[in-house]
């Protein structure tokens, strides 16, 4: 089953659009969590029990678990094993942002699919199309390029001016003419005006997006410039905002009613 597919499937299944973000931060997790012999993956787990109905995807970030050595990739793997064997209807987004020549990118690609066994990943397109076929020879796969992050200072180089136009959207117009349909695309949601740009430019492509949470991005904006004509084809990821929430069932379930609102 491809992507595309499996992101239907789950998101009909569990009526929702909300992708949670696996980013464990050790000086954020509970005592309890600490104490144990793998407090990554057990806040991870955690986490995927409390939410597992409610969301589209899980988005582990690869950085909070490079940050603690073997250890941490250890966990890593032990989290995507577990969400494979309990909830493999679950499609898993590594976010690793990779971005290299073609043969460094070849295994780039053999590390997040073979290895990880990752359901997508994020990459740059900065380097040129031949870095990205490694990614796109897995047909099954989804590469999803980032145009336009959700941070502050995005603007600074993305928004740059090529032919009267801003970079992200040079960028896009470009990518469109590849036609690859294992290609998705990330657009912050704190920027639905560029989110807009991107859909009507794409109205059949995925979008994974970021912001709602921590960054404060408004989510009828988000949702209503990001969703396809099918009312889907995006997920919307939030972590912190839910990681460490009081509640995250609570905190999960809020987020993805109040998104299917505006749907």
Known sequence: MNFKHKLERIIEKNNSLL???????????PRHILKKKNPIFEFNKSIIDATHDLVCAYKPNIAFYEAEGLNGLSQLKKTIEYLQSNYSEIPIVLDAKRAD????????????????????VTVYAHLGKDTLLPFLEYK?????????????????FQNIVVDRKPYYLYIAEIIKKWNFDNLGLFVGATYPKEMRDIRDLFPNKIILSAGLGAQSAEIKKA????????????MLNVSRSILYSKNPRWKA?????EINKYR
């Open 253 to 257: 379930k809020k987020l993805r009613d």
């Open 19 to 29: 992708c949670v973000g696996l980013d464990p931060d050790l000086d954020k997790l």
């Open 140 to 156: 099954d796969k989804l590469t999803i390029v980032l145009l336009k992050t959700s941070n502050p200072d995005s603007g600074t």
């Open 101 to 120: 020549i073609g043969n460094t990118a070849k295994m780039y690609a053999k590390s997040v699919f073979d290895y990880w066994n990752a359901d997508a």
């Open 223 to 234: 949702v209503n410039a990001g969703v396809n004509k099918q009312k889907s084809g995006i």
